[in-house]
């Protein structure tokens, strides 16, 4: 099972309101990422969370929030946001294992929220 | 820093055909692994080959093969008996394993399979 969970599909905000996408994997993957991605082309990077401890941050503004409760659940939390944030937002999982010929840390990704800030 | 160049932003297909979409990335990596993701209109990434940089062995997923060249720096991916379904977009993209596996992704091809 390679199932990564993405909830809402569809989600339309105002600039002044609070928002979360949620994603959720049970495939016991330890790595998890977030990814802006803009029409036509390809998934940014924002957020990766490894062993539920924020690894990397893409220089993403502090009006995202992510949050990592336990190792099968993602949030991004959304507030004041911006016109220019619309996009579809895509969550991903890996294995995290080590070494080479160990799978690649092959990422497995969600279908995504697709977000419209008005 | 590593890059990922797709140069065909389009291409068409008529099904049952044979279709191969080009990628070429710049590293001075040994070790990496190196995958083709498809993008369908539903828009989920779905993962349709991976390749080990230290095997020969081109990688195989059914209809689905790669001509791995790592001297050339070259990742093209053959899709054989293509299908009205095979119709999405079409990244490649490149990984260096380590404390981020951060995935470097070409800029897309939109493929057309025409019936």
């Known amino acids: 099972d390679t199932e990564v969970t993405q909830t809402p599909k569809h989600l339309v905000m105002g600039m002044t309101n609070k928002k979360s996408l949620k994603c959720e994997q049970h495939?016991?993957?330890?790595?998890m990422y977030w990814y802006k991605q803009k029409a036509k082309k390809p998934p940014e990077l924002m957020f990766v969370?490894?062993?539920?401890?924020?690894?990397i941050n893409e220089s993403v503004p502090s009006r995202f929030s992510p949050e990592c409760p336990n190792s099968s659940l993602l949030n991004l939390h959304l507030h004041a946001l911006q016109p220019e944030d619309s996009a579809l937002y895509l969550c991903?999982?890996?294995?995290?294992?080590?070494?080479f010929g160990a799978g690649g840390d092959t990422q497995y990704f969600g279908p995504g929220t697709r977000l419209t800030v008005l | 820093a590593q890059t990922v160049t797709q140069s065909q932003p389009e291409m068409s297909v008529q099904e049952a055909e044979t279709v191969t979409l080009s990628c070429t990335y710049d590293?001075?990596?040994?070790?990496?692994?190196l995958f083709w993701y498809k993008q369908p209109p539903s828009r989920q990434m779905i993962l349709v080959i991976r390749?080990?940089?230290?095997?020969?062995q081109n990688a195989t997923e059914n209809r689905f093969s790669v001509n791995f060249q790592k001297a050339a720096k070259s990742f093209s991916l053959k899709i054989s008996d293509s299908q009205l379904g095979d119709t999405a977009m079409y990244f490649c993209?490149?990984?260096?394993?380590?404390?981020?596996?951060?995935?470097?992704f070409g800029t897309g091809t939109l493929l057309a399979v025409q019936p």
């Open positions: 969370y490894s062993y539920e401890k924020l690894s």
């Open positions: 590293t001075s990596e040994n070790n990496y692994y």
């Open positions: 991903a999982s890996s294995p995290r294992t080590s070494g």
């Open positions: 495939m016991g993957h330890r790595a």
């Open positions: 390749q080990e940089a230290y095997k020969q």
């Open positions: 993209a490149f990984m260096k394993p380590g404390a981020t596996n951060k995935l470097i």
